[in-house]
């Protein structure tokens, strides 16, 4: 194996960067994140990051690098390049960061930074809860999910009341009209929505997560918190403008323009915007846009600047209602600019720093989605649960039979990890101990699909009554469940705010981070050569003491109070932190610069990371649960289950990591497109 390690130091075919060229957006729909911005600032934190390992290892510091210093454009081509470019040119370095998830990629298990588990404390318990109960009960007794989704229409008493409530500023602080309250009681609030009504979670999420109120929060001067937080606090709703028909996941590709007035004192909009949820409501926009490019280093940059749009600015047309297969009330628009002038002072942080206001809203915004799949799968969980138990088919229980059964286990098991996941890292940003991107991420993701697994797995269960409607269940006398409503809703979840594929580029870009940092230059052809000789030394030094490290089969170390169960599983994600960093590794000296084009070997990698991360922050959040005086029996085979379910999934990651057909299927694909295989297009209507 070491041999391999100095064939890929020494072959300039190794090691090479990877182009990640649609990265990071995936963009709207909802997300909160009052810390990121004092995240950003607050890195220097007890968290070891990469870099910090990065200099310990080598002697000499690793140099900071620019961008271009890390990842090689010039053999890209142009859409490819100018995607990358901006994307990177947005994105917030890894220096003196690091988090637990982002470790495990360099085979360093660091438990200590999630365990004991960081829970959320009695006083920020207590700051939330008179409003998280006013919620249930208005949810209870005022709002009617089935009759949203038949009507397609949310009632307007519905906007008035939540807004009385303080739903529209859950995380505004108290100054400017909001509650104030914390990460952990808004996602609280986002499983009670989600557990709901997809389509109000919808609404009140997409507000204040990427409307105005958070990119305010994070990157607004005090002039614009003052003028527009109070309003969307009090229930003036606002959206987030970023699509477009022609750049959904690449937003390099957006054309709606901001040009500057002669006297520099506004910008004239010109364009088109899609998908825009809260639109059609909305009294105040975000609105990602184009303005003039900038030279960089002799070539032109992209620009993109976010802009807050009161929506009654003339030439600002709601053109259009977009319709979906589930929240059928969003009011999600077209959005059409004529000349619209808005003025130079309604620039969010800077010009051209759009991309960075949405990447950083994104980062911990991410969070909302997956506390509202809490809340939807524990409510589709029990569903399934009451029905496995009543429903009798071939003379019991279908819940005894162990096809079912297998089924609600599944989901049993995901619902605990997807809450100790969800509320791990939202009470770590409330600790602001760190850049948690990759943990929200993978909550993101992760959360995402497997609520759609459990939505699929609950309408099985339900058998016809899954497919049925609430209303037509009702209609002859059943009680009105609607699981098909909730499947409908949740699908759109692994699509929007980062789709699945986006999420794991993402994950996967900033793991491979350290590695670009240390080897990234030696092949960037774009550098002088004395940088890149530079390179190799600090790398050669890197990996002499790294890699035979990732060989060592040590488990986490000692843990103080972890039952012995859960600690049999601490040391199998310990161990396999190491496995999957030699894993990555000996991809980067495989696949040396063709790495970026393995997006399904790569996505193996990311899918093993998450469930170690899944697996550890069940095992921490059980310990916690153990400590609270839960009943043992429950808490242990819950958690015991997941981890089994989980490592059986890394299992499968780490065989087609393998053995697979990837290429195979690429090249099928490529044939597909070029119009080939005509006999699978044959016999349809
Ligand atoms: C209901 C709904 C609400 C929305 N709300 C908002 C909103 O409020 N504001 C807003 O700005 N936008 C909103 N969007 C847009 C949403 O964020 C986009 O749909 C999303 O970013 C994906 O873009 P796209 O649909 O154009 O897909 P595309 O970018 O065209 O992608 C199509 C498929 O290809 C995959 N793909 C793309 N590039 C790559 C790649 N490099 N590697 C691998 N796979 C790739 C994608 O993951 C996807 O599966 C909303 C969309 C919907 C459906």
């Known amino acids: 194996m070491l041999g391999r390690q100095a064939a890929c130091l020494s072959r300039p075919t190794s090691c090479q960067p990877v182009g990640f060229a649609a990265l990071c957006l995936g963009q709207a729909g909802s997300l909160p994140a009052e ?105 209870r007794q005022h709002v009617d999910p089935d009759e949203i989704d038949r009507t397609g229409e949310i009632p307007p008493e519905n906007f008035k009341g939540l807004a009385e ?23 609280q609030a986002a499983v009670l929505l989600g557990s709901w009504d997809g389509n109000v979670a919808a609404l009140v999420s997409a507000h204040q997560s990427i409307g105005v109120a958070q990119p305010l929060l994070l990157f607004g001067t005090e002039e614009q918190k003052q003028k527009y937080l109070p309003r969307v606090a009090g229930g003036e709703i606002s959206a987030f403008a970023l699509t477009e ?48 490019s900038k030279m960089v280093g002799g070539k032109e940059r992209k620009q993109i600047t976010a802009f807050i749009v009161d929506v009654d600015t003339p030439g ?24 619209v002038r808005v003025p130079k002072e309604n620039i969010i942080f ?70 100790a996941m969800t ?27 497997m609520t759609w697994r459990i939505a699929d797995d609950a309408m099985q269960v339900r058998g016809g009554r899954g497919y049925e409607t609430a209303h037509s269940l009702a209609g002859r006398g059943e009680p009105a469940i609607g699981v098909e409503r909730f499947l409908r809703d949740c699908r759109v979840n692994t699509i929007f705010e980062g789709s699945s594929e986006i999420m794991r580029l993402f994950i996967a870009r900033e793991a491979l981070d350290p590695h670009l940092k240390v080897g990234g230059a030696i092949f960037n052809t774009q550098l002088p050569m004395s940088d890149r000789a530079k390179a190799i030394l600090s790398s050669g030094k890197f990996y002499a003491g790294w890699y035979p490290r990732q060989w060592l089969p040590n488990g986490a170390g000692r843990i103080d109070n972890l039952h012995e169960t859960l600690a049999g599983h601490v040391n199998y994600a310990a161990r396999t932190s190491k496995r999957l960093a030699r894993g990555l590794f000996h991809a980067m000296a495989r696949f040396g610069p063709k790495l970026d084009r393995e997006q399904l070997l790569l996505s193996r990698f990311v899918g093993i990371a998450t469930e170690l991360f899944a697996i550890s922050a069940t095992c921490s959040y059980a310990q916690w649960l153990l400590g609270q005086g839960k009943p043992a029996d429950e808490i242990l085979v819950l958690a015991d289950y997941f981890c089994r379910s989980a490592r059986m999934r890394i299992d499968h990651h780490f065989a087609g990591t393998a053995r697979n057909a990837d290429k195979h299927g690429y090249n099928l694909v490529q ?13 349809i209507v």
């Open 35 to 139: 810390t990121a911005w004092q995240a950003i600032f607050l890195m220097k934190s007890p968290l070891e990051a990469p870099e910090k390992q990065v200099a310990e290892e080598t002697s000499a510091k690793p140099e900071k690098p620019t961008p271009t210093s890390v990842i090689d454009t010039s053999k890209m081509a142009k859409g490819q390049r100018e995607a990358l470019e901006l994307a990177e040119a947005a994105r917030d370095p890894l220096e003196d960061r690091g988090s637990f998830a982002s470790n495990l990629f360099v085979g360093r298990y660091d438990f200590d930074r999630i365990y004991p588990y960081p829970a959320q404390s009695a006083e920020d318990r207590a700051a939330g809860e008179d409003f998280l109960r006013k919620l249930e009960s208005y949810l």
């Open 165 to 187: 409530i303080g739903a529209f500023g859950i995380k505004v602080p108290k100054k400017y009209g909001g509650l104030g309250l914390s990460q952990c009681n808004y996602g």
């Open 245 to 292: 028909t022609h750049a959904g996941s690449d937003p390099a590709t957006m054309s709606l323009r901001a040009e500057p007035s002669p006297d520099g004192s506004e910008f004239v909009l010109n364009g088109e915007k899609l998908w825009c949820t809260n639109g059609v409501k909305a009294g105040v926009l975000v609105v990602m846009a184009r303005t003039p």
């Open 316 to 339: 600002l047309e709601i053109a259009y209602r977009c319709r979906f297969m589930g929240l059928r009330a969003l009011y999600n628009a077209v959005v059409k600019f004529t000349d």
């Open 350 to 419: 800077k010009e051209g720093a759009g991309l960075k206001v949405a990447l950083t809203t994104l980062n911990t915004g991410r969070l909302t989605l997956p506390a509202a799949c809490v809340g939807l799968s524990k409510r589709l969980l029990e569903i399934s649960r009451k029905w496995a138990g009543e429903r009798i088919q071939w003379g019991v229980p279908i819940g005894k039979h162990a096809a079912i059964a297998g089924k609600v286990a599944d989901m049993a098991g995901n619902v605990f990890a997807m809450e």
């Open 423 to 449: 509320f791990l890292t939202s009470s770590l940003l409330d600790r602001k101990v760190g850049d948690l991107r990759i943990e929200t991420a993978m909550c993101k993701m992760w959360a995402t699909e």
């Open 671 to 683: 044939d597909l497109l070029a119009g080939k295989h005509e006999l699978l297009r044959d016999g």
